[in-house]
């Protein structure tokens, strides 16, 4: 199996809406499609990547730097010898080379769109879905799961949906199969954001859950007066509070909210993670870890940090990535992880999951098709081919 090239460009995935940080009126991703000359049931391999929202598009480093020094790469260097099938991980080795320790962000970014498109063709090649690949490289269990917890992320700001649009929203995720909702906090004054808690409390049923996202924005003094009136509700958890890097901040909230505290989305490396575990002074039996691979080298670098997180006594039931696609929903079913977010209304066509997987319940079955299951969503493929 030998990668004939690889096509990459941008989308965008523009909207009105804002959570506390940004707005998402300019946001794009980047697409890429790896060609291969393996053929399955008479159609070439064709592996598919993009990245999660919140990051643009990174056509400069991948045009310049990551696909290149794949494309000139000698097959052996990136192809497993015992079937072969293009070897993910190698592909990451390769994709790295000659780039120095540190300095992650956009780079991460890069790499792990490339590193899904691969996973999607190596899959494909094999004839697995892709969590069924995914555990049989590094399951620690017995089977992979095949179903995950999900909850919908929304309650974004939208200048047209006040209170009211909020309602709607929230009572359309429950109405399609969700329990659990998020909604954004930090965006609008403390008592508006007060009130747009209770509003989706009011409507959410016995055991259903509500999170809460402050995308980073609080310094330390805000983010505990938050915690403060945040105590007064039995929330799922209290995301990103303060900046992804400041990890004492974290530390003196974990000691002053009693609640679930989560984070990790905006940490690109194993190093980054391990600095969270050695100096955040979060909680492993309580607290909640979002790492999101497609935004962070891959899954190569996902399992680093999970390794480095077992050492404190992290268990992989902690992890939820952020981004609510069909890579982190397979991610979740090989590793066994909490759950994995949603995105069921926002961020279309890259969110979501297979249309033929309904949410039932709070759960979400895993295709059985080969690959990531891009083809099962039709629009998302259509949009891939189209632009790749």
Not at 163 to 182: F, M, N, P, Q, S
Not at 227 to 248: F, I, K, N, Q, T
Not at 296 to 301: I, T
Request: glycine residues 10%; negative net charge.
């Amino acid at each position: 199996m030998r990668i004939t090239k690889i096509t990459h460009s941008e989308a965008p995935i523009a909207s009105r809406i804002s959570n506390a940080v940004i707005d998402f009126s300019r946001m794009t991703v980047s697409v890429v499609a790896v060609h291969t000359d393996a053929v399955v049931d008479g159609e070439p391999v064709v592996g598919y990547g993009f990245h999660s929202n919140g990051r643009y598009a990174q056509t400069g480093i991948l045009a310049t730097r990551v696909l290149p020094r794949v494309e000139e790469a000698p097959a052996e260097a990136i192809t497993d010898p015992a079937t072969g099938i293009i070897d993910p991980v190698a592909v990451h080795r390769v994709a790295m080379a000659n780039e120095k320790p540190g300095g992650h962000g956009d780079r991460a970014v890069a790499v792990g769109t490339l590193d899904m498109a691969v996973w999607d063709a190596a899959a494909k090649a094999a004839g697995l879905p892709l969590f069924r690949l995914l555990h049989r490289r590094f399951g620690t269990t017995p089977e992979p799961e095949t179903a995950v917890w999900v909850y919908a992320a929304g309650g974004y700001y939208h200048p047209d949906k006040p209170l009211d649009g909020l309602r709607a929203e929230i009572g359309g995720y429950l109405e399609t199969g969700y329990r659990d909702v998020k909604i954004k906090i930090g965006g609008a004054p403390l008592a508006e954001d007060m009130r747009r808690i209770e509003t989706v409390l009011e409507l959410l049923p016995e055991g259903s859950r509500l999170a809460v996202d402050a995308n980073g924005r609080f310094d330390l003094a805000t983010a505990l007066e938050y915690a403060r009136a945040l105590s007064d509700y039995d929330l799922m958890w209290y995301e990103e509070p303060v900046d992804p890097l400041d990890y004492r901040a974290h530390a003196v909230l974990a000691e002053e909210y009693a609640g679930p505290l989560a984070t990790g989305e905006n940490l690109f490396s194993a190093a980054d993670v391990r600095n969270l575990r050695r100096y955040g002074g979060l909680r492993p039996h309580r607290d909640v870890l979002q790492m999101d691979p497609s935004l962070s080298y891959g899954v190569a670098e996902y399992d680093a940090m999970l390794r480095d997180l077992a050492l404190g006594g992290w268990s992989p039931r902690n992890c939820c990535p952020h981004g609510g696609n069909q890579i982190n929903l397979a991610l979740a079913a090989a590793y066994g992880f909490g759950g994995c977010e949603s995105y069921p209304q926002v961020f279309e066509p890259f969110g979501g999951f297979a249309e033929n997987t309904p949410i039932t319940d709070g759960r979400v079955a895993l295709p059985e098709a080969p690959g990531i299951g891009i083809e099962l969503k039709p629009a998302l493929h259509s949009m891939l081919r189209e632009r790749l």
